[in-house]
């Protein structure tokens, strides 16, 4: 009697990473790939389980049998495709929003990765990170839930928030303000005032103030991330004037009530021997207040008794007061 040809039947089912083979016909024999794929993928050539290998690859397995009339057969499987679980982050102010590729598997959660410590909060079916704190880093994992399920992982930084510092050089009427942040933002009184004092919204100039009272005010800036500081401060005080007794002097000798008179000798008087304080002397109030046409020292008066008006400036500031002061000349006895 002849001998019976052996059966080298088998198929094969595929995996995530490969395929798992069953024997149908004589168990006992060998697989090979054929060819070897060269991508890293590994056979079991007693069980011809493949594993470790490529999502989408296609394999070729022989199956040799091992009885007194072996024989061999080829079967190909192609790996199970492997969830697409790619996604980027578009970072916001206080977290970022996730967004899903063109083929990215649908149905997977989104979880931090690292659990933030700062408020953070993460929607699990959107992505979006919510409630966090600009500049700070994150780490979101996407899950998928398919038969070949995976993930991926995305760290990001979420935007920064705007620098809205600025500082106020007070003036004798309000204050010039100087943006040492982000520009481009927008003025405001944090607490409105009650004397008339005004703002311009671009540029923070109050004016139109009282000279040694307090403002506040706010800038918020305009960008993707906006913020806002206040700067309190006060207006530079006008100085302290003290109204002078009238300045009198002995005729020369032409008895006409006209002299020289040294209009210096009131100074001390008129500041409080303030030596911050710079003192000059005008015909007219509307010279006083501009600082023009001071009286020359010593002034010859050109009536008895005359009124001269009195600039009082401080030098630090440059904000002035006046007053007024009489010269009276005496006739000798």
């Excluded at 490969?18 to 016909?25: C, L």
């Excluded at 057969?73 to 790619?86: C, F, G, I």
């Excluded at 409630?131 to 996407?142: A, L």
């Excluded at 003025?187 to 005032?193: E, G, V």
Aim: proline content about 8%; glycine content about 12%; charged content about 15%.
């Amino acid at each position: 009697t002849s001998l019976v040809i052996d059966d080298p039947s088998f198929t094969l089912g595929p995996t995530c990473d490969g395929a798992v083979a069953t024997v149908t016909g004589d168990t006992g024999g060998t697989f090979s790939f054929s060819p070897d794929p060269g991508d890293g993928a590994l056979l079991d050539t007693s069980t011809g389980a493949i594993t470790n290998g490529t999502s989408g690859s296609t394999y070729t397995l022989e199956y040799t049998t091992s009885g007194d009339c072996p024989q061999s057969s080829t079967q190909t499987v192609t790996v199970t495709e492997e969830d697409d679980a790619s996604f980027t982050v578009v970072p916001t102010c206080d977290g970022g929003t996730a967004l899903p590729g063109a083929t990215t598997t649908a149905g997977g959660t989104y979880t931090f990765d690292v659990p933030p410590t700062d408020g953070a909060s993460i929607d699990p079916i959107t992505g979006e990170v919510t409630g966090g704190t600009p500049s700070t880093t994150y780490t979101v994992t996407y899950g998928t839930i398919g038969v070949c399920a995976t993930s991926e992982t995305v760290t990001f930084t979420s935007l920064a928030i705007d620098d809205a510092s600025f500082m106020v050089d007070p003036t004798c009427d309000g204050g010039t303000a100087t943006i040492t942040g982000a520009t481009g933002g927008t003025f405001a009184f944090d607490l409105l005032p009650t004397d008339g004092a005004s703002i311009d919204p671009a540029t923070g100039e109050v004016t139109g103030g009282t000279p040694g009272e307090t403002y506040s005010i706010e800038y918020t800036t305009s960008g993707i991330c906006p913020n806002s500081s206040i700067v309190t401060f006060t207006a530079n005080p006008l100085p302290t004037v003290v109204a002078p007794t009238a300045l009198e002097v002995c005729d020369d000798g032409t008895p006409d009530g006209q002299t020289s008179i040294d209009l210096g000798l009131k100074d001390g008087e008129i500041t409080g021997n303030d030596p911050g304080y710079a003192v000059s002397y005008h015909f007219d109030l509307a010279d006083a207040q501009t600082g023009a046409n001071a009286l020359p020292v010593p002034y010859d008066n050109i009536s008895n008794p005359q009124t001269v008006h009195v600039r009082v400036e401080d030098t630090s500031t440059g904000c002035y007061d006046t007053t007024t002061l009489e010269l009276v000349v005496e006739q000798a006895p």
